[in-house]
């Protein structure tokens, strides 16, 4: 969907109207899943008859757990683990051998009249959970949508319920602020009076997954104190899903709290007043995206204290919420996907807006970590707004350069500004304004705000080590079901077996990276490609060879721009192609439609390519192709109308595809195409950095 997007802005489009495009894809990993439906694992409060634990193991032999047999109702078998955990499965899931044991236990516990019951004393009060997982304390009410009167009991020792109180917002009064700069030249005064904390070196083993979808969503790190809340999703397949909630003390590795509660939340943002913020996130197309809820520690208790709306009253773009920050001074920051940035304070039950600003849509801002400053983007240009006096301090300009779905880093030294967009990076010296850096780094996969380790390093997608300095993508840091930082130590969820996790501390750049980035620039053949390589073009493998000239041009106009010398022949090709692809299905809806109401339909896929080549070795990639992620429909003209237009290869593609300004030689056993891989790789594991 991000190539898919990013090509759209290439096809000029004006909306007249705008239909919106997904790609259904049926995988066998999908199809797996939805076998495997029966295998999950549900809580529950009903009571069992007095079995022994035995191995149960699936029709595919794949899957195995150790158990008590409860009941068999109709073709419903339910069995217990010593844990607690209730899990049921249809008869013909399990092994013939199963088979027969659970209808054999069934006779024999239909002719018990004095069967005893054991009551499983970790189950909810009511009803089945659908997590099939270990027991993470009472679960708060749900909130699809503010409204319910339910309580909120705690998860703990049950003395701290929670407010539960549902706010409402004010807008009026609220001061609209424009991207006016006080200066003329961005210069912050340089924090040199930042610390970071210290943690053990030892990991932190994490509470066990209750089964296969179970997943480490987010994880927040309380601003002062060595505690971090870790939000795992559970969303079994026809099942409804949970959030489970782990709080946990950094420094002796011990749970404080544990909780869960209906729907899927990410984590956004942890106050120096214990305030968790989350937001509520959609699955299959239930659940409120516009919900932000506030919920609190004490002691063992974990709680609701509010639930809110900021953009209630709002649709499209502008109700969901995909960003937030709460202030020193308890002030909430919330950026909605439209771009729209509003500062709130709560007053009793209403949260009072502020100022607000249009940042870009899609961005993702950054507050520096004393909470002084925050990095937007907007309007081809970047900002430094100053928090405490809410006023824009100063703009740079990101000069026309394509920076689709950007997220900005601003260091805690207020000495360096970073605007990452999709598959490039803009770096600027916060303390003269200028420009230092512009890095192709191709496109990064993780969630993961951009982090500065120091002025020469920044993290990019929670994994891919940076070397600002060089313009290196110096390591890569595999193995993390997610990461986040305790300051600059980086805190990475790593899987063990048997559904186990661990969380492990790793301080950033390790040793290892810094000497291999030592040794590696000693070498004076390090960079294959830099400003004054000559570099030749090869355009014959464009199908239609009525294109070739035009696109050769293009290309060479990029290539001098970039400060490269074009010649007939060069130690390094720039190659470009165009090829037929499949017929894809893809499914449109008009926006504002639900995704439910979409329509398939199938489009002739044509893929365009640009290749550098070394020495006979592809060392770097990057293509497209024709499907649009939007269309405009002029008047009376139908989506296939509009799609057959687009079937024919992008040449847009060959003159707005960024190359890069460097290239590194390829290590001896890179595989073809990898020129994207860092120069050096480890793997996180529970053991730490392999």
């Known amino acids: 969907m991000i190539s898919r997007l990013h090509r759209c802005e290439f096809l000029g489009c004006t909306r007249r109207q705008a239909v919106a495009a997904s ?256 937001r509520q996130v959609e699955h299959h197309g239930k659940g409120n995206k516009g919900l932000m809820e506030g919920w609190i520690v004490k002691g063992k208790d974990l709680a609701r204290e509010w639930s809110w709306e900021p953009a209630k009253g709002q649709s499209g773009r502008d109700e969901e919420l995909v960003w937030g920050e709460i202030l020193p001074d308890g002030r909430v920051l919330t950026a909605n996907e439209g771009g729209k940035i509003t500062c709130w304070k709560t007053e009793g039950d209403e949260m009072k807006a502020l100022w607000r600003l249009q940042a870009q849509g899609s961005s993702r801002p950054d507050v520096t970590r004393d909470g002084k400053y925050m990095a937007i983007v907007a309007d081809k240009q970047c900002a430094v707004m100053d928090l405490e006096a809410g006023e824009v301090v100063a703009t740079v300009p990101t000069k026309g350069r394509h920076l689709p779905w950007p997220r900005m880093a601003i260091s805690a030294e207020h000495s360096r500004m970073a605007c990452f967009g999709f598959d490039k990076i803009i770096v600027w010296d916060l303390q003269t304004g200028e420009e230092i850096r512009e890095i192709a780094t191709g496109p990064i996969s993780g969630g993961a705000a951009p982090l500065w380790l120091d002025d020469d390093f920044l993290l990019l997608g929670g994994h891919l080590l940076v070397d600002v300095k060089n313009q290196l993508r110096l390591w890569d840091y595999t193995g993390a079901e997610m990461t986040t930082f305790y300051d600059r130590t980086g805190l990475f969820v790593v899987g063990g077996p048997s559904q186990s996790s661990s969380l492990i501390p790793i301080a950033l750049p390790h040793p290892a990276a810094k000497n291999y980035l030592a040794r590696a620039l000693q070498d004076p053949n390090l960079f294959i490609l830099k400003e004054g390589t000559q570099v030749a073009i090869d355009v014959s493998g464009i199908q239609d060879a009525a294109q070739q000239a035009a696109i050769k041009d293009k290309l060479t106009a990029k290539l001098t721009q970039r400060g490269f010398v074009v010649g007939a022949s060069g130690s390094i090709i720039l190659k470009a192609s165009t090829e037929t692809g499949k017929s894809e299905k893809m499914s449109y809806r008009s926006f504002g439609e639900a995704p439910w109401n979409a329509k398939e339909y199938n489009v002739q896929s044509y893929i365009s390519r640009l290749k550098f080549v070394w020495n006979g070795k592809d060392v770097w990639e990057g293509s497209g192709n024709n499907i649009p992620g939007f269309l405009s429909l002029s008047k009376d003209e139908t989506i296939e109308q509009a799609l057959k237009k687009h079937e024919k290869p992008n040449y847009h593609f060959f003159e707005h595809c960024e190359i890069p300004k460097l290239l590194t030689k390829p290590a001896e056993n890179a595989a073809a195409g990898s020129s994207t891989s860092a120069l050096g790789k480890s793997t996180v594991t529970i053991s730490g950095l392999q």
Not at 97 to 118: I, T, W, Y
Not at 134 to 142: F, Q, R, T
Not at 168 to 176: F, N, P, Q, W
């Open 23 to 278: 790609h259904k894809r049926m995988t066998n990993r999908a199809a797996w899943l939805s076998w495997t439906a029966g295998l999950l694992l549900v809580l529950s409060s009903s009571s069992l008859p007095a079995q022994e634990s035995r191995t149960w193991t699936d029709a595919t032999g794949k899957f195995k757990i150790d158990a008590k047999f409860v009941s068999l109702e109709g073709t419903k078998v339910t069995l217990l683990q010593t844990s607690g955990e209730e899990i049921e499965i249809d008869l013909s899931k399990l092994s013939p051998g199963d088979r027969k044991v659970a209808q054999d236990l069934a006779k024999k516990a239909s002719e018990n009249p004095f069967q005893v019951k054991e009551t499983n004393p970790f189950a909810p009060k009511a009803g089945k959970s659908s997590t099939g997982g270990s027991p993470a304390g009472p679960s708060m009410p749900d909130r699809t949508a503010p409204g319910g009167t339910e309580p909120a009991p705690a998860a703990g020792n049950g003395t701290y319920t929670g407010r539960d109180a549902q706010l409402t917002s004010s807008v009026d009064g609220v001061t609209e602020l424009l991207l006016t700069p006080q200066s003329d030249k961005l210069a912050l005064p340089r924090n040199d009076a930042v610390v970071d904390r210290k943690l053990p070196s030892r990991g932190i083993a994490l509470p066990k997954k209750a089964n296969f979808f179970e997943k480490a969503n987010s994880m927040l790190v309380h601003s002062s104190k060595p505690e971090a809340v870790v939000l795992y999703h559970i969303a079994p397949p026809g099942q409804s899903p949970i959030t489970r909630v782990v709080v946990l003390n950094l420094e002796t590795g011990k749970i404080t709290a544990q909780g869960q509660v209906p729907n899927l939340y990410t984590g956004v943002a942890y106050g120096s007043d214990g305030l968790i913020l989350v």
